[in-house]
């Protein structure tokens, strides 16, 4: 649990803490007038870690006064997060407020760290499309003390506002659509469970699917990838080691990319698709449709999970009840001639 302080810290105590003046501080502060280097990281030093937040900036979010808005993002380079920043410059521009964007890596350790800078840089509120949520991250969070909507993964049982994708419900129609075109044996290639989302709740999608036909859920048709490049070839390699009737005659991939780097292998070893291997992945990304046969996949409003997640940022700014809501996105399938 995070331990709460009893008594608010002042200026005056970062003061005392970093052994300078209380101008000094209200300098750095406001970054007015000249400090020392060593002086100035020294201040900072503290202000990070006592998590010393100005009334000041109090005063700026209830008149409304600051225009910036913290967005964490954990790849720059994704059709799905290009998707959403749009989603999110599109509510928020009108309205006067400016991004700074966080790209993490998918790292949590960063994301975290963007939390500290955010609120160091007095945002008005965090969109945060999310890697996965734990312990720390939520404590980052609650040490921040600023508007949260979370995006992509659900922490609303946490006490964070969230976007969601219907993530189990799609996994599960995609894969009901490869069984309905005959196919028993499918592959599935997905990701680390700690993506709760994308690799637990697809996952648990396609085994749904499998179970309601009454069909055993088999563990060597299941491969657990990374998003790096050429992960989905391998994971193709791997289950194009079985032979005959334990083979599988298609392959579910939880992205696009993945599902993109599967129908290269199967390219690389002569099996056309569909005719010998039917291919899916989710996302709906521009590869989909631009490779051939053109990728079936499940389409997701990636821009307007975006825009729907600034307005639940600027709301929670205007509330007052520090009320929790989770929004589930709609979405479709889009049948292409890869399955």
Known sequence: MVSIPQKRITIRDIAALAGVSTSTVSRVLNNSGYVKVEVRERIEAVISETHYTPSELAKQLKSHRSGLIGVIIPKINSYTTSEIVAGISSTLEPLGYQMLLANTANSVDEEEAAYDLFRRQRVAGVLHSATTVNDNLIRAIREAGLPVVMIGQDASHLGVTS?????????????????????????LVTVSEEDIQVGGERTAGYVEALQARGLAVDPELMVRASFRTGAGEEAAERLLRAKG????????????????????????????????????????????????????????????????????????????DGATSRTVMPYRLALRRST
């Open 245 to 320: 009737s334990a083979r599988c005659t298609a392959i579910l991939a939880v992205t696009d990319r993945l599902a993109v780097g599967v129908m290269a292998c199967l390219h690389d070893h002569g099996i056309r698709v569909p005719d010998e291997m039917a291919v899916a992945g989710m996302g709906d990304s521009d590869m989909a449709w631009m490779v051939r046969p053109a990728l079936s996949t499940v389409h997701y409003d990636y821009a307007g999970t975006g825009a729907e997640a600034a307005r639940l940022m600027l709301g929670i700014r205007e509330s007052k």
């Open 163 to 187: 976007v969601i994708q219907n993530e189990r419900a799609a996994a599960r129609q995609l894969t009901e659509h490869l069984l309905s075109r005959g196919h028993s044996r499918i592959g």
